[in-house]
């Protein structure tokens, strides 16, 4: 759940409590008042009317007795009469409850104080009751106030709630967005500060940009680090191997150091091909390639295969290109070439004799994919997720493998934005899956 | 034929001087642009090797004050390391005759040289007689007495480079290097050049015995003519 959606609901619900609880409270406590009233009220009726007891008054009630006679008009109000069983050594006694009585065919809710009193030698038992109902009445008329209360308030402050975190959390979600999520490469980072008044935002904002510059900067160290070594490596390895070759062309050298000195040769050679691949990932990576060309990747193939026709054939590889569309996108044509023919170059190498490889493709609205492969060894996951490694060689066994094949081509890749997918099943085959997306060219 | 090296690191020059000289070429060296353009100023080279990147400043320079001279016809090769794409291109754009990346073998640029000779002066005949073959460069073509030898282009290139480094072992990856350029510095199979030889040595041996093309075993190849 969002930061801002949780912040709105937990503001809602200490709302909804914080009105629960005083709408609970309003009618608890009301309930309380107006019972105490009305029990003060009746008793003081009783007092009244016992300190003006008289046996003409008695008579009177009772003669009125024979249907419950209201004082006023809303029955709002009754007194009733009853002798009962005389006991001398009866007690006064007076009890409060309440009940429900007909008086005058309305039937009603009614606090009753019940008193027994001995008078003139015999019992009686008064009764005088007050009508619950206003009573009643006002507790409904709150409760349904409290509830149209807490459902307004709780929808409005649900909406202003949302608004306001909406607005208060926008510089965060931007941070997230801008400096988390659409960051692939720290060498893409945007430094522009998010505006935002919350402190704590800018501080966030701005540690994540220090973190990535630090982090940038060490990416551009490692870069350079890699292009002046390899670089002022070149030089050396030339000396050595032109004053090789001069040692060569002496007449009165022994075979035994004309191959010592091959040998040294190659292994120059070797470092060469190293310090070259690197060099040549670190100026991808640096972006020191333009992408000016219009790409046509089937006149790449095309190309790519004449230039390992002889390789396919030594091995007696059955290669069919089965592309089906003239798929054109703005790149850079050397690397590219570079790209497929490390691919296809691969896909040879560790292809079986007599195997094949396949390239196809497909055209889909919003992409366009490219697929090679192979009947080769295969790989099994683990080895996938090494191969783009540099210096990783998967065949410990191949002695002409520097492991940066596929780091060239994760370089490449990556410049062109061209997603790139391995599936291979060991000893079935590999299948490399270019991805060209229509947006990202 | 005059050589002016231009070039820093004077073990390198030094090397280039002494196989240049072998080969016949009168060698003269400088060190820094300012030496390198009074030279360039007062003589005509047939060849200048230009290292791009002179403690005093860039080779480019010299190329363009090289081209602003008139009635000059000396052959420039440019020899970096610094190896962008961008450098090889401006170079031949400035009217550099060609682009060597450092490290570079000497067999190659000699073969450059020879390249540049025969395009530029013309003073050699096209055509190289190797036994009874005949190799025809601007046509590309080999010939057995009057008959046409059907050669692949790979095969042509690498026939005629031995040829042109005749008498001398030429390694794999030198040969490798040559026909395939810088492509296959990555995975490069040392062995990837010899299908293309044995498939020559069978189209030529249909003709005649060609003992005289040799394989240096573990290391490559030689022509002995």
């Known amino acids: ?70 004082y ?69 008329t709150i409760k349904e106030f409290t509830l149209l209360m807490l459902f307004v308030a709780l929808s409005l402050t649900l909406v202003i709630d949302l608004v306001f975190t909406k607005y208060l959390l926008t510089p965060f979600y931007q941070i997230i967005d801008r400096k988390l999520i659409r960051v692939n490469d720290p060498m893409n980072f945007d430094y522009k500060k998010v505006t935002t008044t919350t402190q ?242 | 034929m005059n050589v002016l090296i231009v070039e820093d690191e004077k073990g390198l020059a030094l090397e280039m001087d002494e196989f240049l000289s072998h080969e016949g070429f009168t060698i003269e060296h400088a060190r820094t642009k300012k030496t390198a353009g009074e030279k360039i100023f007062v003589n005509n080279y047939d060849f200048i090797l230009l290292d791009l990147g002179l403690p005093d400043g860039d080779g480019f320079e010299l190329l363009k004050a090289l081209k602003n001279l008139k009635d000059r016809n000396d052959a420039v090769i440019i020899l970096t390391a610094r190896g962008a794409v961008d450098d090889r291109i401006m170079g031949l754009e400035q009217g550099a005759d060609d682009y060597l990346a450092k490290p570079f073998s000497l067999n190659e640029l000699l073969a450059r040289i020879h390249a540049i000779t025969r395009r530029k002066h013309k003073l050699e005949s096209n055509e190289i007689a190797v036994k009874d073959f005949r190799i025809n460069i601007q046509n590309r073509t080999v010939h057995y007495r009057e008959e046409r030898i059907n050669l692949t282009k790979k095969e042509f290139e690498i026939f005629n480079y031995l040829v042109l480094n005749k008498n001398r072992v030429i390694s794999r990856i030198n040969l490798t290097e040559h026909v395939w350029g810088d492509v296959l510095e990555i995975n490069s199979d040392s062995n990837f050049v010899d299908v293309h030889v044995k498939n020559l040595r069978k189209k030529l041996s249909q003709f005649t015995p060609v003992d005289w093309f040799e394989t240096v075993r573990s290391i490559g190849y030689r022509v002995n003519i």
Do not use: C, W
Not at chain 1, 10 to 37: C, D, P, Q
Not at chain 1, 75 to 101: G, V
């Open chain 1, 1 to 70: 759940m969002k930061l801002q959606v949780k912040l709105a609901l937990y503001n809602t619900l200490t709302k909804l409590a914080i009105i629960v609880f005083t709408g609970l409270l309003i009618l608890f406590s009301l309930e309380n008042i107006t019972y105490n009233h009305i029990t003060a009220r009746l008793k003081d009726k009783k007092d009244e009317l016992m300190k003006h007891l008289s046996s003409k008054e008695i008579t009177q009630i009772l003669n009125q007795q024979q249907s419950f006679t209201d």
């Open chain 1, 72 to 140: 006023n008009i809303l029955k709002e109000e009754y007194i009733f009469l009853k002798p009962i069983l005389y006991r001398s050594s009866r007690q006064t006694e007076e009890s409060f409850t309440t009940a429900r009585r007909t008086i005058e065919q309305t039937t009603d809710t009614y606090l009753i104080l019940t008193y027994k009193f001995n008078f003139n030698n015999r019992s009686y038992l008064l009764e005088i009751g007050d009508t619950m109902d206003a009573v009643i009445q006002l507790k409904q």
């Open chain 1, 200 to 441: 704590d935002f800018e501080l966030l904002d701005s540690s994540i940009s220090t973190l990535m510059k630090k982090i940038a900067d060490l990416f551009i160290l490692e870069k350079q680090f890699i292009a002046n070594v390899s670089h002022e490596l070149l030089t050396p390895i030339s000396i050595i191997s032109s004053r090789l070759e001069n040692v060569l062309l002496q007449e009165k050298l022994t075979e035994d150091s004309e191959n010592k000195i091959f040998a040294s040769l190659k292994t120059l050679n070797r470092l060469k091909s190293i310090i070259n691949s690197l060099l040549l990932i670190s100026k991808v990576e640096n972006l020191q390639f333009n992408k000016n060309d219009t790409i046509d990747l089937k006149n790449i193939i095309a190309e790519v295969y004449s230039e390992l026709e002889d390789r396919l054939e030594d091995k007696g590889i059955v290669f069919s290109n089965t592309m089906g569309h003239a798929y054109h996108f703005q790149g850079n044509n050397s690397l590219i070439h570079t790209l497929l023919f490390n691919l296809i170059n691969n896909a040879i190498k560790y292809n079986t004799k007599g195997g094949s490889i396949v390239i196809a493709d497909a055209l889909y609205s919003e992409q366009y994919i490219l697929e090679i492969s192979d009947t080769g060894i295969g790989m099994d996951n683990e080895q996938i997720e090494l191969a783009f490694n540099r210096f990783e060689k998967l065949n410990r066994h191949e002695k002409e493998s520097y492991g940066l094949g596929l780091a060239i081509v994760k370089s490449i890749t990556a410049f062109h934005s061209i997603r790139i997918n391995i599936n291979s099943v060991k000893d079935k085959g590999t299948t490399v899956k270019l991805i060209f997306s229509k947006e990202s060219i």
